[in-house]
Each structure stands twice: as C-alpha cells, then as structure tokens.
C-alpha cells in the first residue's frame, strides 16, 4: 500500500484510471458544465424545502413519503440528478446531488433518504446494457427504481435470463418507483414494477416510518439477461453501460455513491434535529423549580457546541471527499485502493457520529421533546433506525481501511458481491 503520510489531508492520492477506455468527453468541460448545474440544482432544492417540511407528519403518519414531496422532488431534479444525459439527465457532480439530499433530510428525514436511494439506483442502470436504459428511462429521466440488494429470494438459470422467486425485504420508497433492483449475490436483477406484489403490511416500524421500506414477492418471474447488472463487470471496469456512458460521472463507484447516499440523510436528518433543539431551547424554562432558561445550561452549551462541531465536521468532509473524488475522475484519475476504503470508512462513520452527537444533546431536549408529533423525537427515532443500515456499519469499514495500512489481507476476492465490491472497487 505504500508509506502512509498522516499528514495528507489536503487531496486524495491518485493514479492513473485502469478503465482501458479513454472519456468521450473533455474532462474540463464537462466538469464546468457538471457544476453549473449542481449549483443550480442546490439552489432548487433549497425552494421546495419549506413544502416537503410542511408534508412531514403526513409521510410519518401513511407510512410513505407524501406525495406531494415526490413531486416537489421531481420538479427540482432530484430523480434526474443521476440520469445520463443523452436520456434527459443532469449528471450532476455527486456533491452537488449529496447537498441537496442533506437539505432535504432537515425538512423530512424519510423523503431525503428515499430521495438518495430511488436515484442512487439510475447511476447503477446508467452501467448496464443500453437495452436496459432505453426501456428503464422511455417515458423520461424522472424514472426511478427502489431496491433490496440482500440476496434473500431465489434465482435460477434458464435460456435468455434467470426466473426470479421468492420475497425480498426493506425496498424503500417502492410506492414512489417505476422498477425495482433485487439482489441475487454476485449480480442483481432490475425488475417492471408491474412484476412485483408490494406488502404494504410489511411495513411497521419505529423510525424512518416515510420511507415505505416494504416486501417485495415476485413468483417465477422471467428477467432477461441484458436486466443483469454483473458486480463482478464493475470490479473489472467491464460495465456494458459505459460504452455510451463513458464520461466522469460514471466512472466513479456505484458502490462508493451507494454506501455515501445513507450518510446524506444522516447528515440531514441531524442538522434539521439540531436546528429544532435549538429554536425550543431558545424558548424553553428549566423547570425543577428554578424557572431558568434552558440556553442558560452550561452543560447544554458544551454538549450543543460539540454535537454543532461533530455534525458540520462530517458534512464538510463527506462533501469535500466526493469533490476530490469527481475531480480526479474528470482527469481520467481514480483514489488509490487506500483512499477507497477511507472514504468507505469515512460516510459510514458520518452516520454513526451524527447519531452519537444527537444522544448527546438529547438529555437536554426536555420533557416535551418526547411528546408524539415533536421533530426532536422523530429525528432520535429516525437516527436510530439509520445506524442499522448495513451501509452504516462503520466498524466493518474501519477494519477493512486500517487493515490495507498494514497490508493486511481484505475479503476474498474469489466472491465478487454487493459487500466485496463495495471494499474492492
């Protein structure tokens, strides 16, 4: 891995790309035009908070995203952020897209991250057959897929394809998609909509309720091989998709901006939840019959003032990793295998220190915080459900980063899946 320089935080040490083919594109002018829209798609974004804000306890109550978010969603670009150009995309810098999310966690924790993961899955489209983008985005660049990646239902060989069966869990934001994605271990299956019988009952839970996380059950389905994403094609830069996609934004990993979209919303979520701490602390009287203001606790200020630093910390970082990241990939340059596996360790770990700075602070929230309807209680509860995630296992990630300092040996590299090729590429 080479020597390890503690004091190298100002860039991300790089190599030349190993993808064989050469960009189609300029990387200059394309990363001009990439940040011009970012910039415009932040400021969209920002219009459209107060109303996805407004439409949270509707999302909590129904067990969904509002629709009314969705569409407020859709207006501002967020389901056409990953869309390839030619399919009337943005391609925006992940940055940008990341930003975006993280202003709409504050408003509604469950439609930022539902945001993040329905779009997270066109980048994965973007790298498969081009007859699968044709008829994944026909009817627009908003088309959207939901996903369950864990490789629970079963799939068999047959002539042209596999025949899906079985259930498959946790599909965040079904209602709101067109597709879904289904993990099968090595490789993972895009699927109609029309294919799948959603369980709307499957889905009863204490945080994140928005998100609509529900069981997918498809019966002896037909999924023909060009609606196969293989993993083991995006470990060796073999994605059919980049033969008409062949310009920065995908050559980035699917991987890497899948595990980095959950840290968006955590971040989000956390801010919007320190945001309210705030505004009600600057009401609120300490009661135990002193009749003080509750900003007046100097326990609070240097618990608040941490949990401020922790948060703003995170999201400078995650965003700045994800600049450097998009940067090097306009220059045809791509992160060292070390810089991979921090980055991977730095978004995961983004989750689990916004969930331990909002435990901080909560001691402080005050009786009322508990109450139902209260966005404190609501952004805990969320937090809290977040820090499951498998993309927030930070231990796992911290092990696989300083394990490659000391070149120790990784996963094997025999099984190519979704948690291989999330380390490995």
């Known amino acids: 891995m080479g020597t390890f320089d503690i004091f190298a935080t100002a860039s991300i040490a790089s190599r030349k790309s190993t993808n064989p083919l050469p960009l189609d594109v300029d990387g200059t002018a394309y990363r001009e035009r990439a940040l011009a829209a970012g910039a415009e798609f932040v400021a969209n974004v920002e219009k459209v908070v107060p109303l996805i804000n407004a439409h949270r306890a509707e999302s909590e109550r129904i067990g969904r995203v509002a629709n009314a978010s969705v569409a407020a969603m859709k207006e501002v670009g967020v389901f056409r952020a990953l869309t390839p150009l030619q399919f009337g995309g943005l391609e925006l810098p992940p940055a940008a897209f990341f930003d975006g999310i993280m202003r709409i966690g504050a408003a509604d924790p469950s439609a930022a991250w539902i945001g993040g993961q329905l ?59 067109e597709w879904v994605v289904l993990g099968g271990g090595d490789r993972n299956y895009v699927v109609p909509l029309s294919d799948v019988t959603i369980d709307h009952e499957s889905w009863d839970v204490s945080g994140l309720r928005g998100t609509g996380s529900k069981a997918v059950t498809l019966r002896e389905v037909f999924v023909p091989e060009y609606r196969v994403h293989k993993l083991a094609d995006t470990l060796n830069d073999a994605d059919a998709g980049l033969v008409i996609n062949n310009r920065p934004l995908f050559r980035l990993s699917f991987s890497a901006m899948f595990n980095s979209t959950m840290s968006n919303a955590a971040i989000g979520m956390t801010m919007g939840g320190l ?105 805990f509860r969320d937090l809290m459900a977040m820090r499951n995630h498998g993309s927030a296992g930070r231990e796992a990630a911290a092990c696989q980063y300083i394990g490659s300092m000391f070149d120790q040996p990784g996963p094997s590299q025999s099984k190519v899946d979704m948690a291989m090729v999330s380390y490995y590429k």
């Open 119 to 177: 779009t997270v899955h066109s980048f994965e489209v973007a790298l498969m057959d081009e007859r699968m983008q044709k008829e994944f985005w026909a009817n627009g660049p908003d088309t959207v897929a939901s996903s369950s990646y864990a490789p629970i239902g079963k799939a068999r060989v047959v002539e042209g394809g596999y025949i899906l069966d079985g259930t498959w869990t946790f599909s965040s934001g079904v209602d709101h998609a």
């Open 275 to 379: 945001q309210e701490f705030i505004e009600q602390t600057r009401v609120r009287l300490g009661r135990q019959g002193t009749g003080t203001a509750s900003s007046a606790n100097p326990f609070m200020q240097v618990r608040l003032a941490q949990a401020l630093t922790k948060v703003k910390g995170v999201r400078q970082r995650h965003l700045e990793n994800w600049r450097m990241l998009f940067d090097l990939a306009c220059r045809e340059e791509e992160p060292t295998q070390m810089e991979k596996l921090r980055v991977r360790y730095e978004a995961s770990d983004a989750a689990g220190t916004c969930f331990e700075a909002f435990a901080d602070i909560w001691p402080h929230a005050g009786a009322a915080a508990i109450k139902e309807g209260n966005p404190m209680q609501n952004a």
